[in-house]
């Protein structure tokens, strides 16, 4: 067992890493204040290889396994978890869509998306089916040009700013064997968008909700066949929730440096931070639950790319673990700074607010437990 990053992953790291203090640090806060969503800045991590890390290879993605794909989101969000995340939604989309997507499909949106020029989103939840997104409404009904999309979704990052639509959408009858999965443009006539959410944090995003009224999707436009779309959306979701869970420990890495180096710097009854042993014992806490979160999260990602049968079991274990693990972390480096971690002058208040959200969606962390508790209780499976 070998725990060690190679030279080559190593070297894609500090790739990352260099492009998030060019890129992304010096606009967090302000995209994060203005609620700017940065379109150009995604086509330059495009040209980096980042818009289709784990994307197959024959649509122009790196082929890369998840491993290398939390590096590099953990570089980006030590210093901006929302861009990184949505980073991570348009990698999840562009690998379903690579993977299962028509050769019509690939030719249409393939370059576009592993270049970052155009973006994704993923739209599954409604307004009456969240954690219980089996029971999702949205039907598309075929008809002789293919299908036509009636109904709504909820909560979707980047709708509004985005070019291509994953929607699963119910071709058949109740439950999860009754739904599918297709690729929508974005500007296709009969979509509205409906008014951008206040959110409190992840505010370089947009999330908007999303209405289909008639709306026409050719026949080739269906992911995989009809009936597997939330199987494949399921999968979506496994590689998902690392991403999400990697952003989690890359936000947390981010917050413990800061706090770091502030207790050395900030000085009170005469001495700095650094000598008060509770201040030391919470950083010590918070970077050995940083490094098992990461080490967690890197072996759910090593059991999704070896296709382990538990593998959905440790991704939803990594993302429970690095999720909460990793919100506390951003929380105590906010404590150490005092008032000063209330101001808007220290990251620390974005990277709380923008942590939090992560334990609620791709799946709450209620329904991580569930999804655990129900491997190892009634499938019986040894998880060790
Ligand atoms: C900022 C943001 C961005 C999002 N982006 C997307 C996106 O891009 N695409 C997308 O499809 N969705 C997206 N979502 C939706 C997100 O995935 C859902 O909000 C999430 O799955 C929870 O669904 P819900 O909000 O309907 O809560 P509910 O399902 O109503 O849950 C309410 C509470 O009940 C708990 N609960 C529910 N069922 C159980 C159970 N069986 N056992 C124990 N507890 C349970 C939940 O954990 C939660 O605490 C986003 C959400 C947010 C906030």
């Known amino acids: 067992m070998d725990f060690e990053l190679s030279d080559e992953q190593q070297a894609f790291a500090q790739a990352a890493r260099d492009f998030a203090a060019g890129e992304l640090a010096p606009h967090a806060a302000r995209w994060d204040e203005e609620g ?20 197959p290879e024959h649509i122009g993605g790196l082929g890369l396994p998840r491993l290398d794909a939390a590096l590099v989101f953990e570089e980006m969000a030590a210093v901006d978890p929302s861009t990184a995340a949505f980073l991570t939604i348009h990698n999840m989309v562009a690998w379903m869509v690579g993977t299962w997507g028509s050769d019509a499909i690939l030719k249409e949106w393939g370059d576009g998306l592993v270049s970052g020029q155009q973006l994704a989103s993923y739209c599954l939840t409604e307004p009456g089916a969240g954690s219980d997104a089996a029971s999702l409404k949205t039907r598309a009904l075929p008809n002789d040009k293919g299908y036509v999309l009636n109904g709504s979704k909820a909560f979707i990052s980047g709708a509004g700013d985005t070019d291509l639509l994953l929607v699963m959408a119910r071709t058949g009858g109740e439950g999860a064997a009754g739904i599918s999965a297709f690729a929508v443009p974005a500007n296709s006539p009969g979509i509205t968008y409906g008014r951008l959410e206040k959110k409190m944090g992840w505010n370089s995003q947009s999330t908007r909700p999303i209405t289909f009224e008639n709306v026409q999707i050719p026949a080739d436009h269906l992911l995989g066949r009809e009936g597997e779309g939330f199987k494949l959306a399921m999968k979506g979701l496994d590689g998902g929730r690392i991403n999400i869970a990697t952003c989690s420990v890359g936000a947390a890495q981010g917050a413990y440096d800061v706090a770091r180096t502030y207790m050395h710097e900030r000085e009170q009854f005469g001495r700095p931070l650094a000598s008060f042993q509770a201040l030391q014992f919470k950083l010590a806490d918070m970077v050995t639950h940083i490094v098992a979160a990461r080490q967690m999260v890197r072996l759910a990602a090593h059991k999704l790319d070896s296709k382990d049968p538990q593998a959905t079991a440790y991704c939803a274990m990594a993302k429970r673990l690095a999720t909460d693990l990793c919100f506390q972390a951003c929380l105590d480096a906010q404590q ?24 609620i969606l791709e799946g709450t962390n209620e329904v991580m437990r569930v999804i655990v508790a129900r491997q190892i209780l009634n499938k019986g499976v040894d998880l060790r």
């Open 36 to 55: 700017i969503f940065p379109r150009e800045t995604f086509a330059k991590a495009g040209e980096l290889g980042f818009c289709g890390i784990y994307a």
């Open 336 to 359: 150490i700074h005092g008032g000063y971690g209330y101001l808007k002058d220290y990251p620390l208040e974005r990277l709380v607010r923008d942590t939090r959200v992560h334990q």
